[in-house]
C-alpha cells in the first residue's frame, strides 16, 4: 500500500489535490481512448448487423459460440439449474430477497396532487420505466448478489418488462445461483450474453434481444463504455469503476476486522482501491501485519496483494476530523468507520456511497443482504449521485389544471414574463384564456 503521511498543513494540501485529480493522467487517458474506440466498434456491429454480430462477439470474448436462438435462458433451464443448487443456499437468497425489497419499498415516493380552494389542482405522477435491461457480470464468476440488487429495485418500482443479460461460462451456462437469484428477483426474460455486445444489444434490439428504455447494472470498463455509447439512444443508470472501500480507524479498532474490510474489497479484483485512514503508524503496521496472516489463508491471496499493492492507500493523519475531511474528498463507494464514536465522524461526511458504522458491522452486510443497494457511485461520483433505488426505474410527469378564475389571476404575470423572452405565442396562449 502507498503511504501518506499528513504531518502538516502543507502535506494535506498536497494529498487533497492528488485525490481531487490535479495530477496530470494523459496517459490513462491515452488508454482509455483505445478502448473506447474497440466498443464503438462492438456497438456499431451489433446495431447494424444485429443477433449476427453479438454471436461473432461472444465466441470472440468469451470463447462460447452458439446459435441467436440459444441466447436465450429457457424456463425449463432455469428450473433444471435451481433444481442443482443448495437448499440452504436459496434460503438465504431468499432471505436476501426480502430484505432488499423491503428496503426498496421503503425508499419509494408517491404520486401526489393538491387542489386549491378555486379549483386548480398542481401533482406529481410517478410511473415505471415499461422496459429495462439489467446487466449482471459473469463468466468465469458470478453474482447472484448482484442480481438481486439489479431486479429487486426493477420490480419494486413496477416496470413490467425486465431483461436480464450475463455472460456465459466457457461451457455456455450462466452459473444455476445466479439463475435461481433471477427467477427469485422476478426477471421477465434472461439471455446468455454479456460484455459490449449485450449492451448494444438491448439499446438498439435485435431479432432476438427486445430493445429496452433503461440500461443499469455494473460490468467491466467495455461494458462502461458501451453504457455511456448508446446513452443517447436509451437511458443508463450510473457509471461503475473498480469496488473503493476507506476504513477509518482509530488505535482502539480491532485490526483484523479492519484487515479484512480492505481485503473483502480487494479481492474484487486487481483494480479494486482499498484506501485506509488511521491516527499512527504503528496501529498502520498491525494492520499491515495481520493482513499478511489473514491472506495466507484465502484462496485470492494473489488478487488481494496485487491490488493493495498497485491500488491499495494509507493516510496517517493527525486528527480523527483531519480523517473525515480527506475521507469526504475521497467520497468512497464504501465507507467504514471503526472508531470510538464513528457516528459523530459519520455526520461530517456527506460523500459516501454507503457507510457503515462501527467496527461490529462489516461492508458485506450491506453487500449481500442489509437490503440497501449495493450498487454504489464509485471514482468520487459520491458526491453528486446516489446508490440504486427503485425510483431509479421510474419517471416523474408534472400535472397541472389551472381553474379560470386562477387563469384570470396570473395571467398579467405569465403574459409580461412571455413578452420579456419575446415569446409572443406564450403570451397569446394566455391572453385568449383570460
Known amino acids: 500500500m502507498k503511504k501518506y503521511l499528513i ?85 438465504a437468497l431468499e432471505r436476501a430477497h426480502a430484505n432488499i425489497s423491503e428496503f426498496h419499498q421503503k425508499n419509494l415516493r408517491q404520486s401526489w396532487e393538491e387542489t386549491t380552494p378555486d379549483g386548480s389542482v398542481l401533482g406529481q405522477r410517478l410511473t415505471p420505466i415499461e422496459s429495462v435491461g439489467l446487466y449482471v457480470p459473469g463468466g468465469t464468476a458470478f453474482y447472484p448478489s448482484s442480481v438481486l440488487m439489479n431486479i429487486v429495485p426493477a420490480r419494486v418500482a413496477g416496470v413490467r418488462d425486465i431483461v436480464m443479460v450475463s455472460p456465459p461460462s466457457f461451457e ?16 421477465s426474460r434472461v439471455f446468455r450474453v ?34 455511456r455509447l448508446v446513452s443517447g439512444i436509451c437511458d443508463i443508470d450510473k457509471e461503475a469503476g473498480p469496488s473503493e472501500v476507506v476504513v477509518i480507524a482509530d488505535d482502539n479498532a480491532n485490526p483484523r476486522e479492519v484487515a479484512l ?36 489463508q484465502l484462496p485470492r491471496a494473489t488478487i488481494i496483494r496485487k491490488a493493495l499493492d498497485s491500488q491499495g492507500e494509507m493516510y496517517v493523519v493527525r486528527t480523527i476530523d483531519e480523517a473525515a475531511r480527506l475521507t469526504n474528498l475521497i467520497a468512497p463507494e464504501h465507507l467504514s468507520i471503526q472508531t470510538e464514536n464513528p457516528r459523530a465522524v459519520f455526520d461530517q461526511i456527506p460523500n459516501a456511497g454507503c457507510a457503515v458504522l462501527g467496527g461490529g458491522t462489516s461492508v458485506a452486510v ?35 389544471s389551472f381553474s379560470k378564475e386562477r387563469m384570470a389571476d396570473v395571467a398579467d404575470d405569465i403574459m409580461a414574463l412571455a413578452n420579456a423572452e419575446q415569446l409572443q405565442a406564450h403570451a397569446r396562449a394566455i391572453e385568449i384564456r383570460r
Open 7 to 91: 504531518a502538516s498543513d502543507s502535506d494535506f494540501n498536497a494529498v487533497s489535490r492528488r485525490i481531487t485529480g490535479m495530477a496530470d493522467d494523459s496517459a490513462g487517458e491515452a488508454g482509455m481512448a483505445d478502448k473506447l474506440a474497440a466498443t464503438r466498434a462492438v456497438v456499431d456491429a451489433v446495431r447494424d448487423r444485429g443477433d449476427v454480430a453479438v454471436a461473432e462477439f461472444t465466441e470472440k470474448f468469451d470463447r462460447v459460440k452458439f446459435a441467436p436462438d440459444r441466447f436465450e435462458v429457457t424456463a425449463s433451464e432455469i428450473d433444471a439449474a435451481i433444481g442443482r443448487v443448495d437448499r440452504g443456499l436459496l434460503q
Open 172 to 187: 455456455g451456462s450462466i452459473h444455476p445461483l445466479v439463475l435461481a437469484g433471477a427467477k427469485i428477483a422476478g426477471a
Open 194 to 227: 454479456g460484455g459490449a455486445q449485450a449492451i448494444a444489444a438491448l439499446a438498439y434490439g435485435t431479432a432476438t434481444i427486445p430493445g429496452v428504455l433503461k440500461i443499469a447494472g455494473p460490468g467491466n470498463i467495455y461494458v462502461t463504455l458501451a453504457k
Open 261 to 296: 474490510e480492505l481485503m473483502a474489497q480487494a479481492e474484487h479484483d486487481e483494480d479494486a482501491r482499498a484506501m485506509l485512514v488511521v491516527l499512527s503508524e504503528s496501529f498502520a503496521k498491525r494492520v499491515l501485519d495481520t493482513i499478511e496472516e489473514e491472506a495466507r
Open 366 to 400: 450491506g453487500d449481500y443482504y442489509a437490503g440497501p443497494n449495493h450498487i454504489l457511485p464509485t471514482g468520487r461520483r459520491a458526491r453528486f449521485s446516489s446508490p440504486l433505488t427503485a425510483e431509479d426505474f421510474r419517471k416523474v410527469t408534472s400535472v397541472i
